[in-house]
């Protein structure tokens, strides 16, 4: 460390000082000491005043930190609830929109089983088999049942099932201008058996040949004809 003049008389000048007030080393020496004594504890003072200060500055900084924090909380906790509130508005209009979209394809649907019901021979004669398969559908329903499509590929013969207090009917659809054959209650009753179903059943705007009313014996399928297809209560089974 390089000590300088300026060094030297900030730390002898008073000593040089205070001797040639008194011109007595005696004298000067205790008072120097004393000079020094009372820089020392100054020093020390002002250390301590320093600290003091650093330690309240910390703590200041502590608490504004703690407020801050409080205050991030707080902003998160409305920020939370905001998109909390955001989300279930959302939520209820998709909901609201789901329900709407739900309640016209409901309404469009009764409005359609009501004219299939409405149905005459006319029009169930020259409807398509998608369309026939409806108009069956509407019939049951209108009986307390409820009614699920299969598949378009792959339905096993069966193309409605009916269930109603855990008994299932699987439904084969025929709209023919000519009698149905047997394969219809091979297919039927085959269908019965993928499906798990108790009851099967051939349902047609014709009649059924000789053949396949001998089958449907045997395999205990139902056969529906023109004679008795606009009596649904009558042809679909008692359930209790």
Known sequence: MRFTFR????????FFAILAITR??????????????????????????????AIRA?????????????????????????????????????????ESAALRAELTRLEREAEYRAAGWSDIDVMSGIQFEHYIAALIRSAGWSVSTTPATGDYGVDLIAAKNSHKVAIQCK??????????????ASGAVRYRCATSMVVTNAEFTKAAKQ??????????????????ESWMPQTM
């Open 175 to 188: 709209r023919l201008a000519t009698p149905v054959g047997v394969s219809a209650v091979q297919q039927a």
């Open 215 to 232: 089958l449907a014996v045997d395999h205990d399928c139902r056969l529906v004809g023109r004679s008795r297809l606009l009596e649904v």
């Open 58 to 98: 910390e703590r200041r900084f502590e608490r504004s930190m703690a407020e801050f924090e409080q205050y991030l909380d707080e902003e998160e906790a409305v920020l939370n609830e905001a998109i909390k509130r955001h989300r279930q508005a959302n939520l209820e209009a998709e909901r609201s929109r789901i």
């Open 7 to 14: 060094d030297g008389l900030i730390y002898f000048g008073p």
């Open 24 to 53: 007595d080393p005696d004298r000067a020496v205790p008072i120097y000491l004393g000079y020094v004594a009372l820089i020392l504890l100054g020093w020390s003072a002002l250390q301590g005043v320093r600290q003091v200060r």
